[in-house]
């Protein structure tokens, strides 16, 4: 496996002193967001697509340390009822320019549609009242299956692989929902951007979620979550307070390895449960740590990743399951 690194959790660093911060840490990849809900400000989508010169500068600042381009993000809601379809061509001129940087995977979420003649999202989280499943039934099969479906043969000609990140207030924020997607889409291109931290504050088990996404797993964020037990035992975990006040949140994105009493081993055991798995990708570190300063909170991450990722080929080659 490599460390990398997501730059917009430096954006407000140049492109060329994001890609040297990664280089100092030792790590070996880059990903980098292209616009909608990311200010994309460490690439020109526009110019990417339209201009030869440009994909090639781009590309070179990356190359020229020794780093690679693992991924390209485009993190938004592209089935929105309203500004949907603008982020959706964002989404498709990333496709398109990650074919023509010959880079593997373009991140992105699900989406979340509203009810039928809605001009809002609407998260169903529970099946009653029982015109929530109605709901529901309308969001995946008139909005989010045949979208997917386009945009998963776009992607295959494009020979570019979509990694789906399951996350609150969107349509597929779950295990299951991401196999219903995967299913509906394609396993061939359509799998998982695995950010634990999303799962974890739901309640999921990560070891469980990786087995059972097993080689869908195409990518995967280094992010983590802290329980503020005052706060969560109160009111649950579901939770509408800003992250700029974390202390009054049920939970927070923290640092990696300041989420769990454990710190160091939950990552040793996240590493070696995506081994058993098969994985061997890239881990691409996302700060969101409202408490820490980013320049600090990526290189304490980098470092913990470094004491517990595995580097070497096994002398047996564990089967993708």
């Known amino acids: 496996m490599k460390i990398g690194l997501l730059t917009d959790s430096v954006s407000h660093l140049p492109f060329d002193a994001a890609l ?25 989508l526009p110019a990417l697509v339209s201009s030869d010169g440009a994909r090639e ?21 592209q089935l929105h009822p309203v500004t949907g379809e603008r982020q959706a061509e964002v989404v498709r001129d990333t496709v398109t320019v990650a074919s023509a940087l010959g880079v593997p995977t373009v991140v992105l979420m699900s989406g979340l549609p509203g009810a039928e003649g809605d001009s809002s999202p609407n998260w169903i989280t529970t ?32 020979n570019v692989r979509l990694a789906v990140e399951a996350c609150g207030a969107q349509l597929v924020h779950n295990v299951s929902t991401l196999h219903r997607l995967i299913d509906s889409a394609g396993a061939d291109v ?36 802290r329980i503020n037990r005052w706060n969560a035992d109160n009111d649950g975990l579901l939770d509408t307070v800003p992250i700029t006040t974390p202390h009054d949140r049920a939970w927070n994105y923290v640092t990696l390895g300041l989420g769990h009493p454990d710190g160091q081993q939950f990552w040793a055991d996240f590493v070696y449960n995506l081994r058993s798995v098969g994985y061997d990708g890239t881990l691409n570190i996302e700060h969101e740590d409202a408490l820490v300063s980013s320049i600090e909170g990526v290189g304490r991450a980098a470092d913990l990743l470094n004491r517990v990722v595995l580097t070497e080929t096994p002398d047996w080659t564990p089967a993708r399951v």
Request: net charge negative; proline share 5%; aromatic share 8%.
């Open 190 to 225: 359509v799998g998982a951007n695995l950010d634990p931290s999303h799962l974890m504050w739901m309640g999921a088990d990560i070891p469980a979620v990786i087995r059972s996404l097993g080689e869908s797993i195409f990518h995967v964020h280094a992010k983590d979550i």
């Open 127 to 158: 099946s009653w009242p029982p015109e929530n499943l109605d709901i529901l039934a309308y969001q995946w099969q008139e909005v989010a299956i045949p979208y997917w479906k386009e945009l998963a043969a776009f992607a295959r000609d494009a």
């Open 20 to 44: 040297d911060l990664a280089r100092t840490h030792g790590l070996s990849s880059v990903e980098v967001a292209t616009g909608n809900w990311s200010e994309s400000p460490h690439a020109d």
């Open 57 to 77: 500068e781009f590309l070179g600042k990356i190359t020229s340390r020794g780093l690679t381009l693992s991924a390209l993000t485009a993190n938004g809601n």
